[in-house]
Structures are given as structure tokens and as C-alpha cells.
């Protein structure tokens, strides 16, 4: 691996799954991944835009499976920039950006695969909560935005969050 993680909590740190879960997602991320290079292979020879093997040219800076699912997952956890991104597994901006939009879709496949995929939206009220079904607490986080209040004072008052500003 490009990056040699010490134990359990420091894998955690860096990705956000354990060694076990890691080692459970990694299977099937391999599968996903080489399905999707066969399919661009195949597709690459019928369109006669092939020009080496498979296998062939330049060997990447993600030498593993390991290497390439992990470098998905700690860019999830810690959002860096490219540059840093770049810096920690030896690669150059632009390619840290490349392999990074590569590999995120291959990602969310493995875990729709492994059923480890959240559901983002629902068609109704019923779906929403036979998804909770046996869960007792939730948590939503939620961006605050800024809301053009109406002019008219009476519009206003109904528009009011009951904020009150503390600098005047």
C-alpha cells in the first residue's frame, strides 16, 4: 500500500471503515474495477482505438487495489485539495483529479453492491419511513442559506425566523 496504516483507529482516522470493513469492500471494488476496465478494453478494440495490450504502458502510482481503494476513501474522509491529494500519494494535481473521477463511481458501485449504499431520495412519505423502520433517532445536518426577506413590512413579519441579531 502506498500509505502503511499502524492499526484499526488510525485506518478509521484516515478513511472512515476499519480494517475489516476495508477488507470486506475491497473485493468487491477489485470486481467492479475490472469489469470496467474489460468494458473499456472492449471498447477501445472495437472502435480500433486500441493501441497496446491490456496491460501495457505506463504502470500507475496506485499500484494495488488497496492502493486505489484506499486513496478514494481517505480523499472522502478528509476532502483535500488535489495538490494534497497529489502530494500524499506521489502524483500530480491533474492526475490526482483523473484517478479520483475514475474511481468514485466504482466506489459507489461496490457498496450498492455490498447493500452499504444509503437511499438519498424517496418517492413518498411511506418509503421515507419504512426506510427508519426500527431506527429510534436521527440526525440531519443542514446548510443554512440565506433568504431574500420581502420588502413590505407586513410580508416581513411573516417571513420572521425569530433570529435576533446581536450586533447593532
Do not use: C, W
Amino acid at each position: 500500500m502506498v500509505i502503511k496504516v499502524r492499526d484499526d483507529r488510525q485506518m478509521k482516522a484516515l478513511t472512515g471503515l476499519g480494517i475489516a470493513e476495508f477488507d470486506r469492500l475491497l473485493p468487491v471494488f477489485s470486481a467492479v474495477y475490472e469489469a470496467e476496465q474489460q468494458r473499456r478494453y472492449e471498447q477501445a478494440v472495437q472502435s480500433g482505438n486500441r493501441q497496446r495490450k491490456r496491460g501495457g504502458g505506463r504502470k500507475s502510482k496506485l499500484p494495488t487495489m488497496a492502493d486505489k481503494l484506499f486513496f478514494v476513501l481517505y480523499y472522502f474522509k478528509a476532502y483535500p485539495t488535489f495538490d494534497q491529494l497529489g502530494v500524499k500519494f506521489d502524483l500530480a494535481r491533474s492526475k490526482a483529479h483523473k484517478r479520483l473521477y475514475e474511481l468514485s463511481p466504482l466506489l459507489h458501485e461496490a457498496l450498492v453492491q455490498l447493500d452499504m449504499m444509503p437511499a438519498r431520495e424517496f418517492q413518498s412519505v411511506a418509503d421515507l419511513m419504512q426506510a427508519l423502520d426500527g431506527i429510534d433517532e436521527i440526525i440531519i445536518d443542514a446548510t443554512e442559506r440565506a433568504y431574500r426577506r420581502p420588502q413590505d413590512a407586513q410580508q416581513q413579519q411573516a417571513h420572521y425566523s425569530g433570529k435576533k441579531n446581536s450586533i447593532r
